[in-house]
């Protein structure tokens, strides 16, 4: 693996351009039979976006149906990081939100040329300057970034607006 600034920097638009690209493909136009599942409905409707979280680099939200991948680290990374990143969220998408990083994701991962790996190395990523995150404890799903560490509270007790079922009792305050 070549260092991220030995790479090409990574180019907004295209990126963007190639991963509807990549989700019409993979989810939106795939045959049954690719997807190996009847369930076609749940690989429908995907859509992309740019979102402005600092330091998790792509995110799947299943229930809005949206890849989203963030600004700030494609800008500061490499075209093939983020292209891997977008695969990562598709296998996602097609391993379905209980295969976490398991064997079934790293499956689909392999299958849409996505790097089999949970995380980028350190080395690898430019993180921007979040220190703190509020993220989910079993997924390590990212809800909120800050820069200095928020007013001290019980997060097992807190949950997101519109998520309260999936959301309470599994969230942590973590140093990153
Ligand atoms: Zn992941």
């Not at 997807?35 to 979280?53: I, M, S, Y």
């Not at 220190?131 to 949950?159: C, H, L, M, Q």
Request: charge should be positive; aromatic fraction near 10%.
């Amino acid at each position: 693996m070549t260092s991220a600034t030995t790479e090409k920097l990574a180019d907004l638009k295209s990126i963007e351009n190639w991963a509807k690209n990549k989700i019409y493909i993979l989810l939106q136009s795939a045959p049954i039979s690719k997807l190996e599942n009847t369930n076609v409905a749940r690989f429908r409707g995907w859509k992309f976006k740019w979102d402005n979280a600092k330091v998790r680099f792509g995110c799947c939200n299943y229930r809005t149906k949206t890849i989203s991948l963030s600004r700030e680290l494609t800008e500061r990374n490499s075209e093939g990081q983020a292209k891997d990143t977008v695969l990562h969220e598709i296998a996602h998408v097609l391993a379905g939100s209980n295969a976490g990083h398991g064997p079934l994701w790293k499956e689909w991962a392999v299958k849409v040329g996505a790097r089999p790996e949970q995380y980028y190395r350190a080395d690898e990523v430019k993180p921007v300057d979040a220190k703190w995150v509020v993220k989910d404890n079993f997924t390590g799903e990212i809800f909120a970034e800050y820069v200095r560490r928020p007013k001290s509270r019980d997060w097992s007790k807190a949950w997101i607006r519109g998520r309260k079922n999936e959301t309470l009792g599994r969230m942590v305050l973590e140093k990153v």
